[in-house]
């Protein structure tokens, strides 16, 4: 087991990767009373088209297996999961993501039977096809639910106007249709394709014995066997640089329109460094310019553009990456040309040293509060462990950032062609 301390965070990590391919991560926090654990795979909603394990030839699923499968992993023959976290004290939970699947759990006490259940019912799966067709009209209700939802239409339409061939404009999960075609085969073939330890992660965090807790992990993997784990073979379309579609419009039941411009940050796949430092710029710079200090929001604020409903978010995974700027608006015309104007007019600024250096400390700042989250240490180290990154080293990259690297990432930052509006109006 390897201990990794981080003095600059005051943070201890013990790692290891087990014979049959599993990484453990173990984050003990001693003055925690609370511990939390996720199980994670890489594996998402864009994963579609790939070759199974054992196999030589590709195949394409359903849209929304990912999901599908979440769902149905807490269903065993003779009972249901959440009733035995229940009876442990502890709350559970799972999430599908474009890029990943997780279990988790949190607790305060019975932390290693928790640990041994979260690990044991993910890798026991049980698919009937009664119980498959059971699921189809349960998750058919919650893609019905999704699609009276105006922030989630937002979202999703604004992806659509993104990308154009790219699995991302898809959603996580599926269409009635796609997961009326899913069957029990298609469930088990996803699941021994990536659900392998070798595609898996598992971090802990919180109060318990690091020593104790990994010889618990190991023996309970000792009992288990699995198939050898080849490469995992996964396909993407080749997605262009341009957005699909400028405007994308969607009509349904809203008391004030909504707008939103998003940025097609990346196409591309990303890792270590350069995942890192483009991450973190184009997340800096979206908040200096869109937080309420920030000179974009002001004026969109006095041009009585926006109200509270205002955001921003950006995201950059594995081979995609996007922005959004959004706001309720009686004038979504003018927001959405606004907005555009004020990112394409930042080729010709150049930021000071006084403004980068309050970007990057205001950015620290922010870092060092989350990491008194189990959740988010547990979730961010995982998503960024994906891209060859070490979440408690990117204090000291943020850090190092000069100048001249945030001006040169401004001046291409935004292009026309990468800039998409999705609106929605009253019907």
Not at 16 to 28: C, I, Q, R, W, Y
Not at 207 to 235: C, G, T, V, W, Y
């Amino acid at each position: 087991m390897n201990k990794q301390s981080y003095d600059h965070i005051a943070e201890t990590l013990y790692t290891e990767k087990l014979d049959n391919g599993l990484t453990v991560f173990l984050l003990p926090k001693p003055e925690m009373s609370k511990t939390y654990g996720i199980f994670s795979t890489d594996y998402g909603s864009i994963d579609q088209t790939f070759v199974p394990i054992g196999e030589t030839e590709e195949i394409t699923v359903p849209e929304g297996i990912a999901h599908f499968l979440e769902h149905k992993l807490f269903e065993k023959e003779d009972h249901d999961v959440f009733a035995d976290f229940g009876k442990q004290g502890a709350s559970a939970n799972a999430f599908t993501s474009f890029t990943k699947t997780a279990y988790l759990f949190s607790a305060t006490n019975h932390i290693e039977k928790n640990v041994e259940t979260l690990i044991d019912f993910v890798q026991d799966p049980y698919f009937s096809e009664q119980s498959v067709e059971k699921e189809k009209g349960i998750i058919g209700q919650e893609i019905k639910m999704y699609d009276d939802q105006p922030d989630w239409q937002s979202f999703m339409g604004t992806i659509k106007a993104l990308f154009q061939n790219h699995p991302v404009n898809i959603d996580i999960a599926g269409t009635v249709e796609s997961i009326s075609k899913i069957t029990k085969d298609d469930l088990y073939t996803c699941y021994h394709t990536f659900y392998h330890p070798e595609n898996m992660t598992l971090f802990i965090a919180g109060h318990f014995d690091p020593d104790k807790m990994m010889q618990l992990i190991k023996n309970n993997q000792a009992n288990k066997e699995f198939e050898k784990m080849e490469e995992l073979q996964r396909s993407f379309p080749e997605e262009p640089k341009n957005v699909a579609k400028k405007d994308y419009k969607i009509t349904m039941p809203v008391s004030i329109p909504k707008c939103t411009v998003g940025i097609k940050e990346s196409s591309n796949k990303l890792s270590g460094e350069a995942f890192l430092k483009k991450d973190l710029l184009q997340n800096m710079l979206m908040d200096f310019y869109f937080s309420k200090g920030g000179s974009f929001y002001q004026e969109l604020y006095q041009d009585k553009l926006i109200d509270s409903s205002f955001y921003f978010e950006t995201t950059l995974d594995k081979n995609f990456g996007y922005s959004f700027i959004g706001s309720n608006t009686e004038n979504p015309e003018k927001f959405a040309e606004k907005v555009k104007s004020l990112l394409l007019s930042t080729k010709d600024q150049t930021l000071s040293e006084e403004d980068f250096e309050r970007m990057k400390k205001k950015k620290i700042g922010r870092l060092l509060r989350s990491m008194n989250s189990l959740e988010f240490m547990a979730n961010k180290y995982i998503h960024y462990h994906t891209s060859d990154i070490d979440l408690f080293d990117i204090i000291p990259n943020i850090q190092s950032l000069e100048l001249n690297e945030a001006n040169d990432f401004l001046q291409h930052w935004i292009e026309e062609d990468r800039l998409a509006v999705c609106t929605i109006t009253a019907e």
